[in-house]
């Protein structure tokens, strides 16, 4: 297994996302010659959904050892890796069972790629803002992106997700959660 850490550290964290991206690529053309050509978009969301969460589940691998209170750094990722796996999966289930609906006709790829764009931006903003003030903006944003306009609302969630990200992982289980390159330099004045 310590290889497998070595590889996934280095050159695997190129590899596997590209081996995510070529089976969500092979499930879209397979989804669009079958016999299941009407719930292509479907298929291949839950496909990459599933993509995702094995591939940041392998990536945990390459994560440098350490324990913060006998919880592992990697317990958080796993566990949220975990969920999208087996939630992807439940959901393909429900289509290859025939009881989810077609795809809707209208197609809006550009809510897709500003949510894939967001995402991106949560990702180095943990880097630099740290988790808190990031998943808290990521949570507003997808909302607006979503079409809900009540602020005060989207403000409640947002802050409601940060709120229970810092009792549960933070204080309950003792997760290390980022602080980001900003707000440390901020905190130590």
């Known amino acids: 297994?310590?290889?497998?850490?070595?590889?996934?550290?280095?050159?695997?964290?190129?590899?596997?996302?590209?081996?995510?991206a070529c089976i969500v690529l092979l499930a879209w053309a397979l989804a669009r010659r079958g016999s299941m050509r009407q719930y292509v978009g479907r298929i291949t969301l839950d496909t990459a959904l599933a993509a995702i969460g094995l591939v940041a589940y392998a990536l945990t691998y390459g994560f440098p050892s350490m324990s913060f209170a006998g919880v592992d750094a990697e317990l958080v990722p796993r566990v949220w890796a975990g969920l999208l796996v087996a939630l992807a999966i439940v959901r393909l289930i429900r289509v290859f069972a025939g009881k989810d609906s077609p795809d809707p006709g209208a197609r809006r790829l550009d809510k897709v790629l500003l949510l894939m764009a967001l995402l991106v931006l949560k990702i180095i903003g943990i880097t630099w803002a740290g988790?808190?003030?990031?998943?808290?903006?990521?949570v507003f944003a997808c909302g607006l992106l979503l079409g809900y306009r009540d602020l005060r609302s989207l403000v409640l969630v947002a802050g409601g997700w940060v709120a229970f990200s810092y009792f549960v992982f933070y204080r309950l289980l003792s997760v290390p959660l980022p602080?980001?390159?900003?707000?440390?330099?901020v905190l130590r004045r």
């Open 1 to 20: 297994m310590e290889s497998f850490s070595s590889w996934v550290a280095g050159s695997g964290q190129a590899i596997l996302p590209l081996i995510g």
């Open 131 to 138: 988790y808190f003030i990031s998943a808290g903006l990521f």
């Open 179 to 185: 602080t980001g390159i900003l707000l440390a330099a």
